[in-house]
C-alpha cells in the first residue's frame, strides 16, 4: 500500500511533465480531441490571420497581399470603432440581467417552493425554449410603431407613442431588453440550480441565530453564490455581443445610424454582406487579440491576488 | 470553388465543355494543376466510357435549381411564382426545377456563398440594385450565348431599356423578370374624408404634400415615401433624384449623388417628414398602415400591389397615380425588380436554364407575372393583345399609370466597381435614412456620404 501511495504522485508528476511511462500513453487519448481544436478552432484562427493581409472577395481565387492595409481601412471607417463602442454598452448593460437580476429572481423562487414557483419558473423560461428568429419577428410585430401593441399599451398612461426601434435613442435599449428575456430566464436556471447545493448547515445556524429572510440571503446565500455569479459575468461580458445578434439582424440591422450595431454584427456585414473578406478577417482578428490580452490581464490580476491573499494567511 | 463543378458536369453530360473550363480556370496554382490535371483525366474517361451520355442533352431528363425571393413568399408574389413552376413543368415535364427560398436582401450574400462552396442554384433571380456586383464577381453566363440562334427572336419586344441594364461586354447576361416601378397608391376613402378628390390625385411633390396635409389634418397618416427599403435598394431614391434631374452617377461614372438636384429632391422627401405628414417610421409599418386604411398615400413599388390588393379588399377603395413630378420636368422614375441570370457552366444545364427562362421571359410568363403577381408586362404589345393582358387591364386600372410611365422609365444606375453594393448600401444607410426619417442636414450628409463612396468605388 505504501508504495502505490508513493509511486502513484510520482508518475503524475513526471507525466505532468511530459516524461514517464504514462506520458506516451495520453496521446491517443489527447489526439482526437486537438485534432478536432485544430480543425474548428486554431485551423480557422490561423486561416481568418491570413486572410486579414490579402484582398479576397469570397467567390473568386484570394487576391493579392495587401500587408496593413485591410487594418488601415478598418479602422479608418468610423463603423468599426462605432460597433466596438456599441459591443462595450451592451457587455456593461446586459451584465446585470445576466447577474443580479437572474440571481434574485432565482432566489426568490427558491425562498417559496411549491406548485406556484414551479408555474412561474416555468413561465419565466418560455422565451429560452422558442426559436430566437421567431422572437424577433414577434417583437418586430409588437414594436410596431403605428399600429403595434407596445404603443397601445403605453397609450393606456397617457404616454407618447414611440418609434422603439427607429429612434437611435431608445433602439439599443429595447434590443438589450429584448436579449436580457431570454439570457435573465437561462440563468434562473443556472442560479436555481447553484441554489440546490447550498450548505444546509449554514441556513440552519442562521435560523438558530433568528437571523432575517434578508440577512440570511445578504450574508449567508449570496456569498455562496459568488462563483456562479463570476462565471455568468464573465460569460456575459464576453458572449454579449454574440447574444444579440440575431435581434439586431432581424430588428434593426445595425441601425438605426449605427447604434444597435457590434463588432460580431459588422463582422457578419463585411464578410457576408459586402464580400470584405480581408477586412471581415482583420476585424475578427482584432476582436480576437483585444479578447486574448483580456484574458491574459485577468488572469494575472487573479494570480496575483491569490498570492496576496497567501502572503496574508 | 468553381473547381469542383466541371467535374460533376464532366460525370453527367458536358465533358468537353468542363475540361476546357478545368484548363483555364485552374493553371495558375501548382494544387489546382494536379488537380485540373486529375479533372482532365476524369473527362477523358467519361468522354471515352460514356459516350452516349456526353450526347445527351435538355431532351433527356434534367434537373436545375432556380433561388427565388419571391418563391416560398405569403401571397401573391408565392402563389405567382409557384404557378409559373407549375405551368412550366406541364410544357417540359423532362425539366425539373428545383425552387430555393431566399429572402430578397440575402440574394447576392446566399448566391456568392453558394458559388464559394460549389453549390451555386442554376438559375437566379437577382435584384437590379444587386446585379452590377454580380456581373463583376460572380460567374454568370451570357443568356444571349446559350440561347444562340433562339435569341433574335425571343429579344424581339422585350423592353430594350431593361435589356442593355443585363449587358456585359457586349452580350446580355440577364433578361428583366419581375420588374415593378414606383407608383402612388391611395386610399381613395381617406382622400374623401378629408375632402379630397380621388378622381384628381396629386401629380406633383407639392400636390402629395397638400393632399397629405388634409388627410392628417383628418386624423390620420398622410403618406409615405419608401425610400428607406427594407432590402436597402434605392430605386426609390433613384426615382427622387432623376425627377428632380438630377442622377447618382453621371454618364462619364462620376459619383453625383451630392448634386445639387439631389439635394432638392431629397429635401422634399424630407419636409414631408418634419413637417408631420409622413411618419418616420421603416417601410414595412408603413406598408402594414396602408394596409389597415390609416396611411393615406403610400409611394412604392408596384411589387406591392398583389398583397395591398387582397388587404383593401373589403376594407376601402384602393387606387393609383403616376409618380409625382418634383420640378418643372416630366417624372423619370425609375425600376426595381429582378433579372434572371444562369450561373450553370454545365452545357446540359444551361440549355434546360434557357428553356426556363425563356418560358418566364415569354408572352405567355409575363402575362402570368402581371396577372398572377402584379409585376409589369415587359413586353409593350402585351397590354392592348387581347390574346394576352388586353383584357386584364381593361378591368385592372391599377397598374395603367405605372405601365404608362413604363415609356419614359430612367435606366436603373449603380456604382461603378465591384463594390457597387456596399457603395448602395452605405448611400441608403447613412444618408436616405438619417435624412428621410431622422432631420438630418441633406446637404451635409449628401456630401459626406459621396466622399466616402467615390473613396470606396475609386471614381472622382
Known sequence: MTVVLTAAPAAVADSSRGRGPRAGRAWPYLTPLLVLLFAWVYGPALFTGVLSFLEWNLTGAPGGFVGLENYARLLREPEFGQAAGQTMLYAAALLPFSTIVPMFLAIMLWQRPGRTSTVYRSLLFLPVMVAPVAVAVSWRFLLNPLQGLANEVIGVIGLPPMNWLGNPASALIVIVLVTAAKVTAFNMLLYSAALSTLDRRTLQAARLESASAWETTRFIVIPQLHKTTLLLGVLSIVLAGQWVFTNVSVLTQGGPDGVTDNVYYRIYTLGFEFFETGMASAAAAIVLLFFALASLGWVLLTRSNRRRSSANR | ?460
Not at chain 2, 433624384?241 to 432638392?264: K, R, W
Not at chain 2, 373589403?314 to 425609375?334: K, M, Q
Not at chain 2, 456604382?415 to 431622422?438: C, E, G, H, Y
Request: aromatic share 6%; charged share 20%; proline share 5%.
Open chain 2, 1 to 460: 470553388m468553381n473547381v469542383f463543378r466541371p467535374s460533376r458536369s464532366a460525370l453527367s453530360s458536358s465533358a468537353p465543355s468542363s475540361s476546357a473550363l478545368s484548363s483555364s480556370a485552374l493553371s495558375s496554382h501548382p494544387a489546382r494543376r494536379r488537380l485540373a490535371a486529375l479533372l482532365a483525366v476524369g473527362s477523358v474517361l467519361t468522354v471515352t466510357g460514356c459516350a452516349a451520355a456526353a450526347e445527351a442533352g435538355p431532351a433527356e431528363d434534367i434537373t436545375i435549381t432556380f433561388s427565388s425571393y419571391n418563391y416560398g413568399t405569403a401571397g401573391a408574389a408565392g402563389e405567382g411564382t409557384q404557378a409559373l413552376l407549375d405551368a412550366f413543368a406541364e410544357k417540359h415535364p423532362n425539366i425539373t426545377v428545383v425552387p430555393e427560398a431566399v429572402p430578397v436582401a440575402d440574394v447576392l450574400t446566399k448566391t456568392k456563398t453558394a458559388v464559394a462552396a460549389g453549390i451555386a442554384p442554376d438559375v437566379v433571380q437577382l435584384g437590379y440594385s444587386k446585379l452590377a456586383e454580380a456581373l463583376e464577381t460572380l460567374p454568370i453566363q451570357s443568356i444571349e450565348d446559350i440561347a444562340g440562334d433562339e435569341w433574335t427572336d425571343h429579344a424581339e419586344g422585350i423592353n430594350q431599356a431593361l435589356i442593355q441594364t443585363g449587358e456585359r461586354d457586349g452580350t446580355t447576361h440577364a433578361l428583366p423578370y419581375t420588374v415593378s416601378i414606383p407608383t402612388v397608391f391611395y386610399n381613395a376613402d381617406l382622400f374623401t374624408a378629408a375632402g379630397l378628390d380621388p378622381e384628381s390625385p396629386p401629380t406633383s411633390i407639392d400636390e402629395v404634400a397638400a393632399a397629405a396635409e388634409a388627410i392628417t389634418a383628418a386624423g390620420h397618416y398622410g403618406v409615405y415615401f419608401g425610400a428607406v427599403d427594407s432590402g436597402k435598394s434605392d430605386y426609390l431614391t433613384q426615382s427622387v433624384i432623376n425627377s428632380a434631374g438630377g442622377a447618382i452617377v453621371n454618364e462619364g461614372g462620376d459619383i453625383t449623388l451630392d448634386s445639387p438636384e439631389a439635394i432638392a429632391g431629397l429635401t422634399a422627401v424630407q419636409d414631408l417628414t418634419t413637417q408631420g405628414l409622413q411618419p418616420a417610421v421603416a417601410v414595412d409599418d408603413a406598408v402594414a398602415a396602408f394596409s389597415s386604411g390609416d396611411l393615406g398615400m403610400l409611394v412604392m413599388t408596384t411589387a406591392v400591389l398583389g398583397n395591398i390588393s387582397a388587404a383593401a379588399e373589403g376594407n376601402f377603395e384602393l387606387r393609383t397615380s403616376a409618380f409625382p413630378t418634383f420640378s418643372d420636368e416630366e417624372a423619370r422614375p425609375t425600376h426595381s425588380g429582378a433579372s434572371l441570370v444562369v450561373l450553370s457552366d454545365d452545357e446540359a444545364k444551361q440549355q434546360a436554364a434557357w428553356e426556363f427562362v425563356k418560358f418566364l421571359t415569354s408572352k405567355e410568363g409575363y402575362t402570368m407575372i402581371t396577372e398572377k403577381i402584379g409585376y409589369l408586362p415587359l413586353r409593350a404589345d402585351l397590354a392592348e393583345d387581347p390574346e394576352y393582358l388586353a383584357g386584364y387591364f381593361a378591368e385592372n386600372k391599377l397598374l395603367v399609370p405605372a405601365l404608362d410611365q413604363l415609356a419614359t422609365l430612367a435606366p436603373y444606375l449603380s456604382f461603378p466597381s465591384a463594390k457597387a453594393n456596399q457603395a448602395t448600401v452605405l448611400f441608403q444607410d447613412n444618408a436616405v435614412s438619417p435624412i428621410v426619417l431622422r432631420d438630418a442636414d441633406v446637404k451635409s450628409t449628401l456630401t459626406e456620404v459621396a466622399d466616402r463612396i467615390r473613396d470606396l468605388v475609386g471614381a472622382p
